[in-house]
């Protein structure tokens, strides 16, 4: 009872736990194919996948969600590309206004007019991706390509191994994990998870601090699109699409309750770590399709169960 | 909606007593789209080629879009749509091969020619204009195995599971295989035909250590490219589409060490799919069933060099597919294809 104790205190050693299995599946599969090179694809590939789960970690602790997070990431990838050529910075400002100013709609629709959260960032994710084709058919000709700092910032390699994009993607883990435990704002998240009407009794000017939440999601999700089209070296239409319920999985088997008002963004990481690694077994796996998608699915359900159970006081 | 019908009478009336005889320069045609797949380039470019072959064609004065992501249901509420907006023709690219049948008799009913493209549809009135995705899946194989000289590793990258086109390709690929024995398929992935996941299993397989020779791929073809050159890894040929990225690569990385082809798979088969509603709204006939055959420019022969040269534009869309036109059905020029107005 006492292992089971202190894992209930610690979840992040049951995920970690959970990750270092499959990473032994995947050696199992493939003698040799655990080395620094993996470690560095397999980063590289979570990156981008971590830092779009971050946003949506932070909206569902208060009992929200973004729906828009995939669209907006690849609406911010393609902007940055096609405007390349009035500079780099200037493309790189224009994919990050995207962020925010899809954030700050979608922030203004549930915060103030009392949207739900779920048909609010749909009905943005729609508006994002058919603005972005309209735009599209205006900027093909405009040579789309990814500047070349933001390739080193999504492929490039230090230290032999290390990935660049970590050096991005672990200052932003480290001010959303600390900024959730020590900051007012952070605090806040999960209050206005737990009980929305109690902190507005209180006080708490939730619709400020939902608006705030909101536009942050935006930037970050603007971020990871970029890095992606970094990782990618291109920008198309569908470029981050693949990732938005790999998002929300990322949060969920990273012990974020869908309920809202527990959970942390390092449980996130290990979700998107977790969710990379499953994608590299099956790769690697000589099965058919059908039989690859049944294990990714039982997986997934499998990790998100099991956890929940291990963590349950009963 | 009495308007409508009306509309429709005069233009039975013209095509039944017009003949060879008129010239058929004052008749004008409205046109209707119909897709269900939005977000796409590939599905973009062709809405754009129909646009352009009615502008070239001088006789549309109006495209009609329904586009938005949808299945056979959507669908056919669009297409309903599109008969009561009083069209003479509808372009499809159909979500299912039999589920809109009834609807495409009931506009073939009221003398719409329907012309489906990129799939087919099984309803016996409409046309059916298409790239020949088993041969695509073929033409692309034979040329990796020759050029592998019969013996090797391929990586197999595949599109969507289950869906007719990769089915098509994968049987194609099949049948170029059955005769190359000292072909060995190391790995097959699917890659949805998005950059992202194509992009993580070719690392995948590079950190495995599998012995590469070739790349085969549904058309993710730059993106491995790309990661090629990012591992620093010596290429293996490598079989994609017509893709304005990778066909540049062809040309520029062919000192580096890169060999390729590309296949074509054209948008363009809607502009086609409008010029042969035209002709036969105009009374001319085709075959119900067209099928394109692919073409490969590889960049290890002169011919399929400058092909490449020739195609590729360095201020186009990466995933721009540069098989500009469908030869003999579309009349646009590039540059009415790209403006993409109607």
């Not at chain 1, 970094?230 to 998002?247: E, K, M, Q, R």
């Not at chain 2, 249901?73 to 009083?86: F, K, T």
Request: overall charge neutral.
């Amino acid at each position: 009872m006492t292992v089971r104790r202190y894992f209930q205190e610690h979840p992040i050693v049951v995920l970690s736990l959970l990750l270092l299995l499959l990473v032994g599946v995947l050696e199992a599969i493939r003698p040799g194919a655990v080395t620094p090179n993996w470690f560095r694809t397999t980063v590289l590939f979570a990156a981008p996948l971590g830092i779009l789960a971050a946003g949506q970690t932070l909206v569902m602790l208060t009992g929200g969600i973004d729906l828009s997070v995939a669209n907006v990431a690849t609406a911010a990838a393609y902007i940055m590309a096609s405007n390349a050529r009035h500079g780099d910075l200037q493309a790189v400002l224009l994919g990050l206004a995207v962020g925010v100013a899809v954030g700050l709609v979608n922030g203004l629709g549930i915060a103030v007019f009392q949207a739900q959260p779920l048909i609010m960032t749909l009905g943005m994710a729609l508006v994002v991706t058919g603005g972005l084709t309209v735009y599209s058919q205006f900027a093909v000709t405009s040579v789309p390509s990814v500047p070349g700092f933001i390739h080193t910032l999504g492929a490039g390699t230090v230290l032999g191994f290390v990935p660049v994009s970590l050096l991005l993607w672990a200052p932003i883990a480290v001010i959303i994990v600390v900024g959730l435990r020590r900051t007012g704002f952070g605090r806040l998240l999960y209050a206005i998870g737990d009980n929305a009407a109690a902190c507005r009794l209180a006080g708490v000017r939730v619709w400020q601090v939902r608006l705030v939440n909101y536009t942050l999601c935006g930037l970050l999700s603007a971020i990871a699109g970029l890095v992606l089209a970094g990782t990618i070296n291109t920008a198309d239409l569908g470029l981050a699409n693949t990732f938005l319920l790999p998002t929300v999985a990322a949060v969920v088997i990273g012990g974020t309750s869908i309920f809202s008002g527990s959970g942390n963004y390092s449980g996130t990481i290990i979700g998107a770590m977790i969710l990379t690694v499953l994608n590299s077994v099956l790769t690697l796996l000589d099965a058919p399709e059908p039989i690859k998608q049944i294990l990714y699915g039982a997986i997934i359900l499998l990790l998100a169960t099991a956890y929940t159970r291990v963590l349950s006081d009963t | 909606m009495g308007a409508a019908v009306l509309t429709f009478g005069v233009v039975d009336l013209l095509a039944a007593c017009g003949g060879s005889s008129t010239s058929g320069a004052a008749k004008t045609y409205k046109v209707g789209v119909s897709n269900t797949l939005t977000g796409n380039g590939w599905r973009e470019e062709m809405i754009c080629s129909i646009k352009a072959q009615g502008k070239a064609s001088g006789n549309v004065t109006q495209v009609t879009v329904a586009n938005r992501n949808g299945g056979p249901a959507e669908q056919i509420a669009d297409l309903r749509n599109l008969i009561s907006a009083g069209v003479n023709a509808i372009i499809l690219n159909p979500s299912d091969r039999d589920a809109l049948n009834a609807v495409i008799k009931e506009a073939a009913g009221k003398g719409i020619v329907v012309v489906a493209v990129d799939q087919a549809v099984s309803a016996p009135e409409a046309y059916v204009l298409s790239n020949d995705q088993v041969k695509y899946g073929q033409l692309g194989a034979e040329w990796l195995f020759k050029q592998l000289k019969g013996t090797g590793s391929v990586v197999e990258m595949r599109g969507i599971d289950g869906v007719p086109a990769d089915t098509d390709r994968h049987q194609g690929f099949t049948t170029a295989l059955a005769n190359y024995p000292g072909i060995k398929i190391v790995a097959q992935t699917f890659t949805g035909w998005s950059l992202n996941p194509a992009a993580q299993q070719i690392n995948d397989l590079f950190s495995s250590g599998k012995k590469i020779d070739g790349v085969w791929t549904s058309g993710i073809d730059a993106t491995i490219i790309d990661a090629y050159q990012t591992a620093k890894k010596p290429f293996v040929p490598t079989v994609g589409a017509d893709n304005n990225k990778f066909v540049g690569q062809l040309v520029s990385l062919k000192s580096s060490g890169l060999v390729g082809a590309a296949v074509t798979n054209p948008p363009p088969v809607g502009g086609a799919g409008l010029a042969v509603a035209l002709d036969v709204l105009a009374g001319k006939s085709h075959p119900k069933l067209i099928k394109l055959t692919p073409e490969v420019w590889d960049n290890t022969s002169s011919a399929g060099v400058s092909t490449l040269q020739s195609k590729y534009d360095a201020s186009l869309d990466p995933y721009y597919s540069v098989q500009y036109a469908v030869a003999p059905y579309t009349t646009y020029t590039k540059a009415q294809l790209i403006a993409c107005q109607s």
